[in-house]
């Protein structure tokens, strides 16, 4: 079965296509020849999400297709950065002064509870299914690691001491929100095979 990912992260792209296996054919964004930085201006991150799988369907002649959006919700932040977490501090999708720009609004503030919430939208004959995975846990006080990505050096997961960017990839697949959203995903999907 060929399904589209939405995505043109290559490294996103080769995860996924390991985790779905042999009997799915991934492709993402540049093997459709899809160029153009497709909008995310729904406003939400659900929306966001459903808006890219969409913009695929619709210009790629209805082709099977999911795409996925993550934010970053802090709970004395009244959930923010959320669906602006990748351009929080700016356009250029800095993941240092994103992380600045958290730890100085949060201050020495005693609730840093915070979630990682990842939305997938999957599109198939035209109809929209969406799966939800969450990772709770606390924005810590300052940058723990040199591992992973965008916001990991601050993000405590629940039940844990270290942070994101001190655990090993694997470790950090276990928990995160992406795999948990696609655990969901997989599932629905070699069900309907
Ligand atoms: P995207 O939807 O995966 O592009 O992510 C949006 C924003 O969330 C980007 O700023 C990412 O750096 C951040 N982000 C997404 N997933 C993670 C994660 O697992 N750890 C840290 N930051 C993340």
Redesign the pocket.
């Known amino acids: 079965m060929e399904l589209v990912f939405a995505s043109s992260?290559q490294n996103?792209i080769k995860e996924i296509a390991s985790m779905l296996g042999e009997a799915f054919i991934l492709k993402g964004l540049k093997d459709i020849n899809c160029t153009v930085d497709i909008p995310e201006t729904s406003g939400t991150i659900e929306g966001n999400a459903i808006q890219k799988a969409m913009y695929v369907y619709n210009n790629f002649d209805g082709i099977d297709c999911f795409s996925?959006?993550?934010?970053?919700e802090i709970k004395a932040l009244n959930m923010r950065p959320g669906v602006k977490?990748?351009r929080y501090a700016g356009p250029e999708?800095d993941?240092d002064a994103?992380m600045d720009k958290v730890l100085l609004e949060l201050g020495d503030k005693k609730n840093r509870e915070a979630r990682?919430r990842?939305v997938i939208a999957y599109i198939k004959n035209g109809n929209i299914e969406t799966f939800e995975g969450i990772a709770e846990g606390t924005i810590s006080f300052e940058r723990m690691g040199n591992k992973?990505?965008?916001?990991?050096p601050v993000?405590i997961p629940k039940g844990y001491e270290t942070s994101?960017a001190q655990m090993d990839a694997e470790e950090?697949n276990k928990i995160?929100?992406?795999a948990k959203a696609f655990q969901l995903f997989l599932k629905f999907i070699k069900n309907q095979q």
């Open positions: 992260n996103k996925e959006d993550t934010g970053l977490t990748a999708k993941a994103n990682f990842t992973g990505f965008g916001y990991d993000f994101f950090k995160s929100h992406r």
